[in-house]
């Protein structure tokens, strides 16, 4: 079997995948290393003759704190546009036929909220801290967060936290419906995410394919054009100096100061 470097594939219950994003000395920041192993090994389990649906997760403290703020900030416009940058994130929303659960603890920020939004059903823990803070980047978010936030929880309140950056709890995630559940304890989240992926694992795997499917059409309409549109308006940004400042000053520990170009 593949061995990876940043994520951890295990078989916890009969008919479960379990992936766990394993990069705990950047809070699971997503970079490009780590998003080419996540496609492989969930390309692995969809096609495996045992599997029935995947959990992915992170640690307590972090489901994923975004994209990986140090390997974009001296990206031009150019590069992210003529690579098409982070375009194989969506692999996870277009390829993978099975049942995906997300099981989000800790900060699942810009980059880690849009690839829980990505997944099938989101489970989080109550303390889990959901935000797109992007904005403080002098960015924008690149990988589905304006489209799948605002389709799940409303324009309003959409708008206001990703104009904002701020961020809301995993209580908040469930009451507003982007979360299925939260669950008092990060432990409880991901075993909670096994039972109901052990569960779904037990039925028809036709079955299952077909009602994921179908399902997914009543929210496919539109959105791919609108992803679309979002990553090529988030690569644009790459040709502004606020993005070089705001994260440039991440890196460095210090307040932005932004030029307004
Ligand atoms: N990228 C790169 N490194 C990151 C990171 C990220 N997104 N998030 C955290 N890290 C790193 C930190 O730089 C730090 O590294 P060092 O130990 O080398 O200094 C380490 O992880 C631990 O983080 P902190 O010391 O900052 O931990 P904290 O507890 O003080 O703060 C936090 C936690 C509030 C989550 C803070 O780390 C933070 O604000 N992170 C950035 C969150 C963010 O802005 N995410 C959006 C990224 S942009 C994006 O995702 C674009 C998109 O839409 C595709």
Redesign the pocket.
């Known amino acids: 079997s593949t061995t990876y470097e940043h994520i951890i594939v295990s078989n916890p219950k009969a008919g479960v995948g379990l992936v766990t994003v394993n990069r705990p000395?950047?809070?699971n920041?997503?970079?490009s290393p780590l998003i080419v192993e996540l496609n492989g090994a969930l390309k692995d389990l969809d096609s495996s003759k045992t599997i029935g649906a995947i959990v992915i997760t992170g640690n307590d403290?972090?489901f994923a704190?975004?994209?990986?703020?140090?390997?974009?900030k001296d990206l031009t416009f150019s590069a992210a546009y003529g690579d098409d940058f982070?375009e194989n994130?969506s692999d996870l929303t277009v390829r993978i036929k099975k049942p995906i659960i997300a099981a989000v603890r800790g900060?699942a920020?810009?980059?880690?909220c849009?690839l829980a939004m990505m997944a099938d059903i989101l489970y989080c823990s109550k303390s889990a801290?959901f935000g797109?803070?992007?904005i403080?980047?002098g960015?924008?978010?690149?990988?589905g967060?304006s489209q799948r936030l605002t389709r799940a929880i409303g324009k309003s309140r959409a708008m206001e936290l990703i104009l904002t950056g701020d961020t809301f709890d995993g209580q908040k995630a469930a009451e507003w419906g982007l979360a299925s559940k939260a669950f008092e304890t990060p432990q409880e989240c991901l075993d909670g995410a096994i039972e109901t992926a052990e569960k779904i694992a037990s039925y028809s795997k036709i079955a299952v394919k077909a009602a994921k499917e179908v399902v997914n059409k009543s929210q496919d309409q539109g959105i791919k054009e609108g992803v679309d549109f979002e990553r090529r308006v988030?690569h644009s940004l790459f040709g502004s100096k606020d993005q070089k400042i705001g994260m440039a000053a991440?890196?460095a520990?210090e307040k932005p100061k932004w030029s307004d170009e």
Not at 65 to 72: C, L, Y
Not at 109 to 112: K, P, Y
């Open positions: 000395k950047a809070l920041a997503l970079f403290r972090a704190a975004g994209a990986d703020i140090k390997e974009m982070i994130w900060y920020l810009g980059g880690g849009e801290t797109q803070p992007e403080k980047l960015t924008i978010p690149g990988a967060g988030f991440f890196a520990k």
